[in-house]
């Protein structure tokens, strides 16, 4: 079997695990031994009642409910407002928490509350940026969906946010705070793949909902819809019931398949290889099928370079979505090195290895050589070929632990993994995609400063 050298970057990477203690020792048998997980998950078991964190829910649609009933199973935090523009959001939200609950259609009258610690971001993603500025300006913690922005040029302003006023602040993708992403990351910096080179995500879905036509409520009038003040940041327009319940699928407000979907791609590949991002992104597509007004592409292929950085080599990644895909279903991040490749999911991580035996292992070198020397060629120990990790079952998932992560930081004012810089990386090349696929060119990208180039 050909035996691999190290190359430069490889070389670097090794030299800075034995710097930074994960031992160098522990590849050999990085598949079977029970190496513990590192502790990035800051689970409390502990809280007193001023640790309690009221929480405001600012876009109580799909997601800002389903994130307000994630948060409420945390223990001390509580649901105590809820901000929507459409009145049946706001009467779901008395029903799920309480006739008391405050509610309003003004997020400021919300951010103006002394009795709430934090808040949840689940508007359009036209909405981020500022309800997010205004909040950490009002001393919230905060927690804004994904993408952290609506298009490039809105990061810098969130980042300055967070750093003027020491907010904890949170973007909500969260499967990097899933035990599989932990695991993968794990694994990844212990060379369970080698070097990696290359990498790809993909997401295929086959449905109307799948595909954003979400039912329009019977009682949609500008009467039960604040439409004045949704596009009061945006394009003005006379009422239009698709474009407020089907926001994804207009410009003005979503952020295409890129913004909704690769960005998750994206902030688990930047946590398991703690890369700071692209910087030459590429992409290609076409509204193939669900051809209902939408004024974005159904089909996305995206390609992006990235540059070698002190935490990874140069590698390259392809991200796929698909709206018809006549398989459906399917989603995955695949991490692939010159030794074997890496299936992530936020519940599994799947490790397949193409070495026969690893070169780097002490234990065969040793073994290999002492006897060899006497008695000629000796068979070897080989390591797995494949390894599944699983979550054990009764697992919370990543949504809980995203959660426990942000209001630990809420609690103990700290910052927390997915903050506004991580945010800004992690959206930025999803959101140049679409800049690429509209404007029909390459776009260079300088993820270190996070500025075009
Ligand atoms: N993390 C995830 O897995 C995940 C999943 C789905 C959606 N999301 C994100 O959540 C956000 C919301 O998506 P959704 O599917 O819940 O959309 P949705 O349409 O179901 O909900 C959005 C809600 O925001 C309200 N709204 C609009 N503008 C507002 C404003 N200025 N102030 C207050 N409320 C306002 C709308 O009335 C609506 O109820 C998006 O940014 C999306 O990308 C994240």
């Known amino acids: 079997m050909k035996k691999l050298t190290a190359t430069p970057s490889r070389r670097k990477f090794i030299e800075k695990l034995a710097i930074s203690g994960a031992a160098v020792a522990g590849f050999p048998n990085i598949i079977t031994a029970k190496t513990p997980s590192p502790h990035f998950l800051k689970r409390e078991k502990k809280f ?11 876009g109580a649609g799909g997601m800002g409910t389903a994130d307000g009933k994630t948060a409420a199973t945390i223990p001390g935090a509580k649901i105590v407002a809820a901000c929507d523009l459409y009145n049946g959001r706001l009467d779901a939200a008395k029903e799920r928490w309480g006739k008391d609950i405050f509610t309003t259609r003004d997020y400021r009258e919300i951010l103006a509350r002394p009795d709430i610690d934090a808040v949840i971001i689940g508007t359009p993603d036209h909405w981020h940026r ?4 205004d909040a950490m300006q009002a001393g919230k913690g905060v927690y804004c969906e994904k993408p952290m922005v609506h298009s490039i040029g809105e990061g810098t302003a ?7 006023t020491g907010s904890t602040f949170q973007v909500g993708s969260q499967g990097m705070s899933s035990l599989g992403n932990e695991k993968a990351k794990e694994l990844f910096e212990a060379g369970a793949i080698g070097e990696l080179n290359y990498a790809e995500g993909f997401w295929a879905r086959n449905s109307p909902t799948g595909a954003w036509q979400y039912a329009i409520p ?24 698709l474009r407020f319940f089907r926001w994804r699928n207009y410009r003005d407000y979503g952020t295409g398949v890129s913004g909704d979907l690769f960005v998750h791609l994206f902030s688990s590949l930047h946590f398991i290889i703690s890369s700071k991002g692209p910087d030459k992104i590429m992409s290609t597509g076409g509204l193939r099928y669900w051809k209902d007004g939408r004024e974005v592409p159904d089909v996305l292929l995206g390609m992006f370079d990235y540059p070698e950085a002190e935490e990874h080599p140069p590698f390259n990644l392809s991200l796929r979505v698909n709206f018809v895909d006549g398989t459906s279903g399917t ?39 002492e006897m060899e020397k006497a008695f000629g060629e000796r068979k070897k120990m080989l390591p797995p070929k494949e390894s599944h990790y699983q979550a054990q079952k009764g697992y919370k998932g990543a949504h809980y632990d995203h959660f426990s992560n942000f209001f630990y930081g809420v609690r103990n004012k700290k910052m927390v993994a997915e903050d506004a810089v991580f945010g800004y990386r992690a959206a930025a090349p999803a959101l140049l995609c679409n800049d690429s696929y509209f404007d029909g060119k390459i776009v260079r990208w300088d993820p270190v400063n996070m500025v075009l180039k």
Do not use: C, H
């Open 48 to 58: 007193s009642v001023n640790d309690n964190i009221q929480v405001a829910v600012i």
């Open 130 to 133: 500022q309800i997010s500025v």
């Open 158 to 164: 969130v980042v300055k946010a967070q750093r003027e």
């Open 218 to 241: 019977k009682d949609a009038s500008p009467k039960t819809v604040d439409w004045d003040r949704y596009i009061s940041n945006t394009t003005k327009r006379d009422f239009d019931a």
């Open 331 to 369: 989603t995955y991040l695949r991490l692939v090195g010159s030794e074997g490749a890496m299936d992530v999911t936020w519940d599994d991580v799947y490790l397949r290895k193409n070495l026969v035996s690893d070169p780097m292992d002490a234990f065969l070198e040793a073994k290999g050589s």
